[in-house]
């Protein structure tokens, strides 16, 4: 069993960045896919950027591809969600979630039903 602590939200301007990350209890953290999902409000939870066990396959979503970086380390049981360029769409309580690997290069874009083990959630607001 997993427990997430996620970090690093807060309020910034278009164009700037941020840098959450997701520390996890456990030592198994090494068999699973993680994923960072956001939830703006009125809204259904979306997937944002996916990330195998090994940490070579990630995968994120065209919502932010090329803006978003997904990595870990998996000697620090971290996640790591770099966000850069900002935009006030990408508002929303952040949160990262696992689900045990196929193997240790698999990595989709999943859906929350997927996922077994939730963080808590961080804010990030984007607002001149």
């Known amino acids: 069993q997993l427990q997430f602590v996620e970090s690093g939200g807060g309020l910034v301007q278009p164009g700037g960045s941020l840098r959450l990350s997701c520390v996890a209890s456990?030592?198994?953290?090494?068999?699973?896919?993680i994923g960072w999902f956001r939830q703006a409000p009125g809204k259904e939870r979306e997937g944002v950027s996916f990330i195998s066990s090994s940490g070579r396959s990630t995968k994120s979503t065209d919502l932010v591809k090329g803006r978003f970086t997904i990595s870990r380390d998996n000697a620090k049981n971290t996640v790591y969600l770099q966000m850069d360029s900002l935009e006030p769409e990408d508002t929303a309580v952040y949160f990262c979630?696992?689900?045990?690997?196929?193997?240790?290069?698999?990595?989709?874009?999943?859906?929350?039903?997927?996922?077994?083990?939730w963080g808590q959630g961080t804010a990030v607001t984007v607002s001149s």
């Open positions: 456990g030592n198994t953290f090494q068999n699973y896919v």
């Open positions: 979630a696992a689900r045990s690997a196929y193997d240790d290069n698999e990595a989709w874009i999943g859906v929350p039903s997927e996922y077994d083990y």
